[in-house]
């Protein structure tokens, strides 16, 4: 089973991701926890790259730059774990691509999904947004250095808010959305209902 976690910065999906990782494994699944873009040694490489806050990227430079990570990621984490039967937990994947370069960076979205077919990227069979107003995540994140994509303007983090709510209506049955302004508990709650539904 392969799911992905998915929302704006500051939305809080890292932690609900490593929670989420923490309570499958106490229930006696076997998980792998990973996340884009960076989780190979190519793909640290090219993360460095794109959150560099003093490297000027062209949108579509950086979308390839995305793409070169994610190719190595699904061949050597995400294929061989779900062939080995193993639940895929992914903070960010391809939506974040969609929205992020797509709705915030003006490339077309058609054009996106194109090259996931071409280069047959697995499809998750369930993907958490974590929804909350951009206001509120950036503000908390205001304590850490942020990097290029973070220090992007309001319009471009609202553009891609609005990019992640239009998937989920479009992609309801894969996409649901929970309430990330509320207290990390209650969210993990809504996660772990939702998670056990797909389970049983």
């Known amino acids: 089973m392969f799911i992905t976690l998915e929302g704006i910065e500051g939305c809080g999906k890292t932690t609900q991701t490593h929670l989420l990782a923490n309570w499958l494994r106490e229930n006696k699944f076997s ?17 460095s790259l794109i959150l560099d806050s003093h490297i000027d990227l062209s949108p ?19 294929k061989p774990a779900l062939k080995g039967g193993k639940i895929v937990l992914c903070d960010r994947y391809h939506d974040a691509t969609i929205v992020y370069q797509g709705y915030g960076r003006g490339i077309s979205t058609e054009f996106i999904k194109s090259c996931f077919d071409f280069l047959d990227f697995p499809l998750p069979d369930l993907t958490l947004l974590l929804d909350c107003p ?16 973070e220090k ?14 239009n ?10 959305i929970i309430d990330a302004t509320r207290p990390i508990h209650l969210i993990q709650e809504d996660i772990r209902k939702i998670v056990k539904e797909l389970l049983i």
């Open 152 to 165: 992007e303007g309001i319009d471009f983090h609202r553009r891609v808010r609005k990019g992640y709510l």
């Open 60 to 78: 579509n430079t950086e979308l390839f730059l995305y793409l070169a990570d994610r190719i190595e990621h699904v061949r050597k984490v995400i």
């Open 167 to 176: 998937l989920a209506k479009e992609e309801e049955k894969r996409i649901k």
């Open 134 to 149: 951009v206001e509120i995540g950036l503000s908390r994140i205001k304590g850490r250095r942020w990097n290029r994509l």
């Open 31 to 47: 998980v792998v926890l990973t996340y884009e873009p960076g989780d190979t040694d190519l793909g640290n490489s090219i993360r």
